[in-house]
């Protein structure tokens, strides 16, 4: 205790013998806190806080150089950044800025489409018609303005038939989709088929007192379909 109030007292003597009065410092400017550890290269008070003159300039001791003046720290900066803010480097002053987070890459949609496998297909035939080729040359266009993720083709037929028959006849129509949007352009990495047969029917019981082949044919038509699932992003 009575080393560190010879300490107070002798540093307030020289500033003293300097013109300088302890008042007048601390009120010139904010105080400036140093860790305490180490070479200081300023003159301290019992408080660890940097002493200054009338005009606000921090006394300098003689550990003083640039390099001690941009070490010691004073709070999460050098003590220099306070005194000698032309001497320390900048960037030892400033906070770390952050890096700013990339942009969140856009998320994939899905954009699910049903075709009439009538539209696509003559009854009970997987070989594609005109009109079935237009509409899945507007499908490739589709995909192509995307970043095309995955394209699903499921095919599916109506219960005429054995469960057998219907379901290679439903895989034969997804892969007919498949080879000719392949032919289109679009990457057959990116292309799935699947085949339902008539697992999946959409008519539900709706068509069960229909009589007659050709108006039960015609009752069942959306269950003969193919759904496409276009996924990918802009």
């Given at each position: 205790m009575i080393?560190?109030?010879?300490?107070?007292?002798?540093?307030?003597?020289a500033?003293?013998?300097?013109g300088?009065?302890?008042?007048?410092?601390?009120?010139q400017?904010?105080?400036?806190?140093?860790?305490?550890?180490?070479?200081?290269?300023?003159?301290?008070?019992?408080?660890?806080?940097?002493?200054?003159?009338?005009?606000?300039?921090?006394?300098?001791?003689?550990?003083?150089?640039p390099?001690?003046a941009?070490?010691a720290?004073?709070g999460?900066?050098?003590?220099?950044?306070?005194?000698?803010?032309?001497?320390?480097?900048?960037?030892?002053?400033?906070?770390?800025?952050?890096?700013?987070?990339?942009?969140?890459?856009?998320?994939?949609?899905?954009?699910?489409?049903?075709?009439?496998?009538?539209a696509?297909?003559?009854?009970?035939?997987?070989?594609?018609?005109?009109?079935?080729?237009?509409?899945?040359n507007?499908?490739?266009?589709?995909?192509?303005?995307?970043?095309?993720?995955?394209?699903?083709?499921?095919?599916?037929?109506?219960?005429?038939?054995?469960?057998?028959y219907?379901?290679?006849?439903?895989?034969?129509?997804?892969?007919?989709?498949?080879?000719?949007?392949?032919?289109?352009?679009?990457?057959?990495?990116?292309?799935?088929?699947?085949?339902k047969?008539?697992?999946?029917?959409?008519?539900?019981?709706?068509?069960?007192?229909?009589?007659?082949?050709?108006?039960?044919i015609s009752?069942?038509?959306?269950?003969?379909?193919?759904?496409?699932?276009v996924?990918?992003?802009?």
């Amino acid at each position: 205790m009575i080393k560190q109030t010879k300490k107070q007292v002798l540093m307030l003597a020289a500033i003293a013998s300097l013109g300088v009065s302890a008042p007048s410092a601390f009120a010139q400017a904010a105080d400036v806190v140093v860790a305490g550890k180490g070479e200081i290269p300023y003159v301290i008070d019992a408080r660890n806080v940097v002493a200054r003159s009338g005009a606000g300039l921090c006394w300098r001791t003689g550990y003083w150089s640039p390099a001690a003046a941009s070490t010691a720290l004073a709070g999460e900066f050098p003590v220099g950044c306070a005194c000698d803010s032309d001497i320390v480097p900048a960037d030892k002053c400033a906070a770390p800025v952050a890096a700013a987070a990339p942009a969140p890459a856009p998320k994939p949609t899905a954009d699910k489409i049903k075709l009439s496998a009538d539209a696509l297909f003559d009854f009970d035939k997987a070989v594609l018609k005109p009109e079935g080729q237009a509409r899945l040359n507007d499908l490739a266009a589709q995909a192509k303005s995307l970043k095309l993720e995955v394209i699903l083709a499921v095919g599916h037929t109506d219960r005429i038939g054995s469960a057998a028959y219907n379901q290679r006849l439903s895989e034969r129509r997804a892969a007919a989709v498949k080879t000719y949007l392949v032919a289109q352009g679009v990457d057959a990495n990116r292309i799935y088929t699947e085949g339902k047969g008539k697992t999946q029917p959409v008519t539900g019981n709706q068509c069960d007192n229909v009589r007659g082949r050709a108006a039960l044919i015609s009752c069942l038509q959306p269950d003969r379909r193919v759904e496409v699932e276009v996924i990918g992003s802009k």
